[in-house]
């Protein structure tokens, strides 16, 4: 392994890592308008970490949606993590309980795609742990950021956080949806029905039951025998 390679897949990790965890100061804001305390949007970032899911929680709660509803679309996010740690078991090779509970913690997408990425086993587990790390502790400071500078807003400030949630989960989307990323067309079309049975359900659902169907829609959607019938 050349020190180029390692220092290039050092890099990219800690570079990509260091910018997905800023959004944590959108997520600090996001769980202060919802009502969230401090603390519990700090043990938020902290046991759950994975920001789909937890942008879908405060976005149920903040819209008045009960906390099973909230639950239910967190966890419904996080299941493609699941899927994630299958592809990642054997080429990271976690041994321990311990270990792997550690390396489970931090499956996400971008440590996925960074261990994926990588030319090698060891330059994977160096991407998976620079990037995860990386991500973990400056979404972590930045929740606490975003947290009490939340708290400290007031008047027509504090009435725009409403559109912390969407404009985050926008900016979490917007690069899948590019030509430039891989199926690009796939993922329009499946980010599109999504909105489309998220909007029709709205009027006449609980809030937060149409983020879980439409999840289920779109996980529906995106099974392997859809693909192969489409194709």
Known sequence: MSSTVRSATLRDAIGLGTAVGLYGAAFGAAADAAGLNLWQAMTLSALMFTGASQFALVG??????SALAAVGSALLLGTRNTVYGVRLVPLLQPHGALRRLGTAHWVIDETTALSIAAPDRALARLAFLAGGASIFLTWNLMTVVGALGAAAL???????????????????LWPRLRPGFPEAAVQRRVALGGAVVALALTPVVPAGVQVIAAVVAVALAGRPGARRVAA
């Open 154 to 172: 007031s008047g027509p400030a504090l009435a725009a956080l409403d559109a912390v949630v969407p404009a985050a989960f926008l900016a979490l």
């Open 60 to 65: 149920v709660l903040g819209a008045g949606g």
